[in-house]
Protein backbone atom coordinates (compact mmCIF):
# COMPACT_ATOMS: atom_id res chain seq x y z
CA UNK A 1 0.00 0.00 0.00
CA UNK A 2 1.32 3.56 -1.10
CA UNK A 3 1.90 5.60 1.62
CA UNK A 4 1.57 9.84 2.10
CA UNK A 5 3.14 11.57 -0.50
CA UNK A 6 4.04 14.74 -0.23
CA UNK A 7 6.68 17.15 -2.53
CA UNK A 8 8.60 19.10 -2.28
CA UNK A 9 10.73 17.54 0.54
CA UNK A 10 12.79 20.78 0.65
CA UNK A 11 12.15 23.90 0.05
CA UNK A 12 14.37 27.62 1.25
CA UNK A 13 12.74 30.45 0.24
CA UNK A 14 13.24 34.34 0.90
CA UNK A 15 10.65 36.32 3.74
CA UNK A 16 7.68 37.61 1.96
CA UNK A 17 7.76 35.08 -0.35
CA UNK A 18 5.56 32.65 -1.33
CA UNK A 19 5.62 29.06 -1.22
CA UNK A 20 3.43 25.87 -2.07
CA UNK A 21 3.38 22.31 -0.76
CA UNK A 22 1.46 19.33 -2.36
CA UNK A 23 -0.20 16.10 -0.95
CA UNK A 24 -1.12 13.08 -1.87
CA UNK A 25 -2.79 11.00 1.13
CA UNK A 26 -3.55 6.95 1.11
CA UNK A 27 -6.02 5.92 -1.42
CA UNK A 28 -9.53 5.70 0.04
CA UNK A 29 -9.02 8.35 2.86
CA UNK A 30 -11.51 10.52 3.05
CA UNK A 31 -9.84 13.08 5.84
CA UNK A 32 -6.67 14.67 5.38
CA UNK A 33 -4.13 16.68 7.56
CA UNK A 34 -2.07 19.22 7.45
CA UNK A 35 0.44 20.02 10.41
CA UNK A 36 3.01 22.39 11.61
CA UNK A 37 6.07 21.50 13.45
CA UNK A 38 8.62 23.36 14.43
CA UNK A 39 11.88 22.14 15.66
CA UNK A 40 11.80 20.44 19.15
CA UNK A 41 8.19 20.83 19.40
CA UNK A 42 5.31 18.01 18.39
CA UNK A 43 2.86 18.78 15.28
CA UNK A 44 0.40 21.19 15.55
CA UNK A 45 -2.61 20.73 13.55
CA UNK A 46 -3.55 24.08 10.44
CA UNK A 47 -6.10 22.19 8.79
CA UNK A 48 -8.50 19.34 8.38
CA UNK A 49 -10.09 18.29 5.30
CA UNK A 50 -13.03 15.80 5.14
CA UNK A 51 -13.35 14.62 1.58
CA UNK A 52 -13.51 18.37 -0.02
CA UNK A 53 -14.59 20.10 2.57
CA UNK A 54 -13.05 21.51 5.63
CA UNK A 55 -13.49 20.14 9.48
CA UNK A 56 -11.38 22.40 11.28
CA UNK A 57 -9.16 24.72 10.17
CA UNK A 58 -9.21 27.65 13.76
CA UNK A 59 -5.03 27.03 13.89
CA UNK A 60 -4.50 27.86 10.53
CA UNK A 61 -3.02 31.71 10.27
CA UNK A 62 -5.87 32.96 7.36
CA UNK A 63 -4.22 35.66 6.77
CA UNK A 64 -1.15 33.95 4.96
CA UNK A 65 -1.68 30.23 5.05
CA UNK A 66 -4.67 28.81 2.33
CA UNK A 67 -5.14 24.80 2.25
CA UNK A 68 -7.64 23.57 -0.71
CA UNK A 69 -8.44 19.77 -1.44
CA UNK A 70 -10.62 20.46 -4.23
CA UNK A 71 -11.73 17.09 -5.65
CA UNK A 72 -11.34 15.12 -2.29
CA UNK A 73 -7.99 13.62 -3.04
CA UNK A 74 -4.75 15.69 -2.93
CA UNK A 75 -4.22 18.84 -1.30
CA UNK A 76 -1.97 21.62 -1.67
CA UNK A 77 -0.95 24.11 1.13
CA UNK A 78 -0.02 27.47 0.14
CA UNK A 79 1.72 30.26 2.45
CA UNK A 80 1.83 33.98 1.18
CA UNK A 81 3.90 35.74 2.31
CA UNK A 82 6.22 33.44 4.11
CA UNK A 83 7.71 35.12 7.67
CA UNK A 84 10.75 33.97 9.71
CA UNK A 85 8.60 32.48 11.90
CA UNK A 86 6.99 29.65 9.03
CA UNK A 87 10.52 27.57 9.05
CA UNK A 88 9.37 24.08 9.92
CA UNK A 89 8.59 21.10 8.78
CA UNK A 90 4.74 20.86 7.09
CA UNK A 91 3.35 17.39 7.61
CA UNK A 92 0.38 15.39 5.47
CA UNK A 93 -1.55 12.87 7.03
CA UNK A 94 -4.73 10.95 6.11
CA UNK A 95 -6.89 9.02 7.68
CA UNK A 96 -10.03 6.52 6.87
CA UNK A 97 -12.38 8.95 8.16
CA UNK A 98 -13.58 11.21 11.02
CA UNK A 99 -16.77 8.70 12.49
CA UNK A 100 -14.55 7.14 15.21
CA UNK A 101 -10.96 7.67 16.29
CA UNK A 102 -8.56 6.31 13.43
CA UNK A 103 -5.17 6.30 13.37
CA UNK A 104 -3.38 8.52 10.90
CA UNK A 105 -0.75 8.16 9.01
CA UNK A 106 2.18 10.41 7.74
CA UNK A 107 3.70 11.74 5.07
CA UNK A 108 7.84 12.38 5.02
CA UNK A 109 7.17 15.85 5.44
CA UNK A 110 8.19 19.55 3.77
CA UNK A 111 11.26 20.82 5.40
CA UNK A 112 10.95 24.66 4.80
CA UNK A 113 13.57 27.60 5.58
CA UNK A 114 12.68 30.90 5.85
CA UNK A 115 15.56 33.37 5.17
CA UNK B 1 -2.77 25.07 23.28
CA UNK B 2 -0.97 21.60 24.31
CA UNK B 3 -3.25 19.41 25.45
CA UNK B 4 -0.67 17.00 26.31
CA UNK B 5 2.75 16.51 28.42
CA UNK B 6 4.98 13.79 28.35
CA UNK B 7 8.04 13.17 30.77
CA UNK B 8 10.45 12.73 30.96
CA UNK B 9 11.56 15.38 27.92
CA UNK B 10 14.80 12.91 27.47
CA UNK B 11 15.64 9.32 28.56
CA UNK B 12 19.20 7.53 27.84
CA UNK B 13 18.95 3.97 28.15
CA UNK B 14 20.84 0.57 27.08
CA UNK B 15 19.78 -1.87 24.76
CA UNK B 16 17.59 -4.67 26.83
CA UNK B 17 16.31 -2.04 29.56
CA UNK B 18 13.05 -1.37 29.98
CA UNK B 19 11.51 2.73 28.63
CA UNK B 20 9.06 3.99 30.34
CA UNK B 21 7.28 7.56 29.29
CA UNK B 22 4.44 8.75 30.61
CA UNK B 23 2.29 12.08 29.42
CA UNK B 24 -0.22 13.91 31.42
CA UNK B 25 -3.30 16.06 29.40
CA UNK B 26 -5.84 18.85 30.44
CA UNK B 27 -9.06 18.21 29.69
CA UNK B 28 -11.27 15.23 29.04
CA UNK B 29 -10.55 12.71 26.24
CA UNK B 30 -12.43 9.82 24.45
CA UNK B 31 -8.95 8.24 23.47
CA UNK B 32 -5.00 8.68 23.24
CA UNK B 33 -2.57 7.97 20.66
CA UNK B 34 0.96 7.35 20.96
CA UNK B 35 3.34 8.09 18.48
CA UNK B 36 6.94 7.46 17.36
CA UNK B 37 9.61 9.99 15.32
CA UNK B 38 12.44 9.32 14.17
CA UNK B 39 14.51 10.85 10.89
CA UNK B 40 14.22 7.10 9.04
CA UNK B 41 10.69 6.33 9.24
CA UNK B 42 8.90 9.91 10.09
CA UNK B 43 6.03 10.05 12.32
CA UNK B 44 4.47 6.49 13.08
CA UNK B 45 1.34 6.15 14.85
CA UNK B 46 1.89 3.14 17.34
CA UNK B 47 -1.04 2.73 19.55
CA UNK B 48 -4.51 3.78 20.31
CA UNK B 49 -6.33 3.62 23.82
CA UNK B 50 -10.19 4.73 24.26
CA UNK B 51 -11.03 6.28 27.29
CA UNK B 52 -12.73 3.11 28.43
CA UNK B 53 -9.72 1.12 28.36
CA UNK B 54 -7.05 1.10 31.12
CA UNK B 55 -4.39 -1.08 29.32
CA UNK B 56 -3.32 -2.03 25.93
CA UNK B 57 -0.64 -4.01 24.39
CA UNK B 58 1.31 -4.31 21.44
CA UNK B 59 3.92 -6.22 20.76
CA UNK B 60 7.01 -5.20 23.16
CA UNK B 61 4.51 -1.75 23.75
CA UNK B 62 2.74 -1.46 26.71
CA UNK B 63 -0.05 1.57 27.34
CA UNK B 64 -1.34 2.51 30.54
CA UNK B 65 -4.39 5.38 30.52
CA UNK B 66 -5.76 6.61 34.13
CA UNK B 67 -8.62 9.28 32.96
CA UNK B 68 -9.25 10.04 36.93
CA UNK B 69 -5.68 11.25 36.86
CA UNK B 70 -5.82 12.19 33.14
CA UNK B 71 -1.99 10.56 32.39
CA UNK B 72 -1.12 7.59 30.20
CA UNK B 73 2.35 6.01 30.30
CA UNK B 74 3.88 3.96 27.55
CA UNK B 75 6.34 1.34 28.48
CA UNK B 76 8.53 -0.41 26.22
CA UNK B 77 10.22 -3.48 26.91
CA UNK B 78 13.96 -4.88 26.04
CA UNK B 79 14.83 -1.67 23.94
CA UNK B 80 16.47 -2.12 21.01
CA UNK B 81 19.21 0.74 19.29
CA UNK B 82 15.95 1.05 16.70
CA UNK B 83 13.70 2.13 19.26
CA UNK B 84 15.92 5.52 18.91
CA UNK B 85 13.43 8.15 18.03
CA UNK B 86 10.47 11.03 19.76
CA UNK B 87 7.75 9.68 21.46
CA UNK B 88 4.44 11.80 21.36
CA UNK B 89 1.29 11.02 23.12
CA UNK B 90 -1.83 12.90 21.25
CA UNK B 91 -5.23 13.11 21.90
CA UNK B 92 -8.20 15.17 20.20
CA UNK B 93 -10.00 16.64 23.45
CA UNK B 94 -13.66 15.77 24.43
CA UNK B 95 -16.02 17.17 21.77
CA UNK B 96 -13.89 18.22 19.12
CA UNK B 97 -13.26 16.09 15.96
CA UNK B 98 -12.04 12.71 16.21
CA UNK B 99 -9.22 13.73 14.13
CA UNK B 100 -8.33 17.16 15.71
CA UNK B 101 -4.92 15.29 17.74
CA UNK B 102 -3.20 17.89 20.04
CA UNK B 103 0.43 16.87 20.46
CA UNK B 104 2.70 16.67 23.32
CA UNK B 105 6.40 17.68 23.26
CA UNK B 106 7.74 14.56 22.92
CA UNK B 107 10.59 12.52 24.99
CA UNK B 108 13.42 11.74 23.12
CA UNK B 109 15.01 8.40 23.68
CA UNK B 110 18.25 7.30 23.34
CA UNK B 111 19.18 3.56 23.44
CA UNK B 112 22.72 3.09 23.42
CA UNK B 113 23.72 -0.52 21.61
Known amino acids: EAGVAQSPRYKIIEKRQSVAFWCNPI?????LYWYQQILGQGPKLLIQ????????DSQLPKDRFSAERLKGVDSTLKIQPAKLEDSAVYLC?????????????FGPGTRLTVT | SQQGEEDPQALSIQEGENATMNCSYK?????LQWYRQNSGRGLVHLIL?????REKHSGRLRVTLDTSKKSSSLLITASRAADTASYFC?????????????FGQGTILTVHP
Open chain 2, 90 to 102: ATPPLGTSYGKLT
Open chain 1, 27 to 31: SGHAT
Open chain 1, 93 to 105: ASSLGTGGPYEQY
Open chain 2, 27 to 31: TSINN
Open chain 2, 49 to 53: IRSNE
Open chain 1, 49 to 56: FQNNGVVD
